[in-house]
């Protein structure tokens, strides 16, 4: 017989998906999800074939609409496996993309005009001249040198979303594979969740 692996299957766990679609040679469009582990065999091909991706971190629509892919392929010598897909849904991925982006851009607007209100209100005052936030950032405790050390209290990089780029965040707590977080720069944004191997490390050891 053979033994079952104790690995556990996360191929329809949308938090650890990296959703890969675009348009092929003749316009017709096509896409895949792919597990973020595999991200440094799935990008090169992304960049070859001028593909568009994002992860299980963006909206809870756009990560809907991925999860209709089909699981991708990656063979040996960088050939891939991506499959041609429905116009409505490249369309529809599309559209949630950028209603998602103007989501991230009105509230970044929100948080930059809330910060200079504040400047303008210390300015106001004859007390202390520095502004002192109501709610302090949870305090970092170190810097975990492997994915295997991170823990309650650390502090990690978290992608956003597609342009967004990587932010500071904390670790709150752990639950095996599964790290809940909260932006370090951001203490009122609310809590998320993030497979362990989506997190990049500030400090990694040298490998």
């Known amino acids: 017989m053979t ?3 104790d690995k556990p299957d996360l191929s329809n766990d949308p938090r650890v998906q990296l959703f890969v679609f675009g348009l092929d040679e003749a316009g017709k469009p096509k ?21 568009q991706f994002f992860d299980g971190g963006s909206s809870e629509e756009t990560v809907k609409l ?3 892919l089909a699981v991708g392929r990656i063979y040996a010598r960088g050939k891939s496996f991506i499959p041609n897909i429905k116009r409505d849904l490249y369309d529809g991925i599309l559209t949630a993309l950028a209603s998602h982006k103007a989501e991230l851009d009105r509230s970044q607007a ?6 200079a209100a504040a400047r303008e209100a210390t300015k106001s005052t004859e007390q202390a001249p520095a502004y002192v936030p109501t709610v302090l950032p949870p305090l970092a405790s170190g810097l ?5 050390s991170i823990a309650a ?5 978290a992608d956003e979303g597609p342009g967004e780029g990587w932010w500071e965040a904390i670790v709150i ?4 594979e599964i790290l809940t977080l909260r932006y370090r720069d ?7 969740e993030r497979h362990i191997s989506t997190i990049g490390l500030i400090n990694p050891r040298p490998a």
Do not use: C, I
């Open 110 to 115: 929100e948080r930059t005009a809330a910060a």
């Open 144 to 148: 975990p040198q492997n994915w295997e």
């Open 31 to 51: 896409g895949a999800r792919f597990l973020m582990s595999d991200m440094e065999t799935v990008f090169p091909v992304v960049t070859a074939q001028k593909l």
């Open 153 to 157: 209290g650390n502090m990690v990089l």
């Open 173 to 176: 707590s752990r639950d095996d």
């Open 186 to 192: 951001y203490p009122k944004a609310p809590k998320f």
């Open 3 to 5: 033994k079952k692996s």
């Open 66 to 68: 991925g999860m209709k």
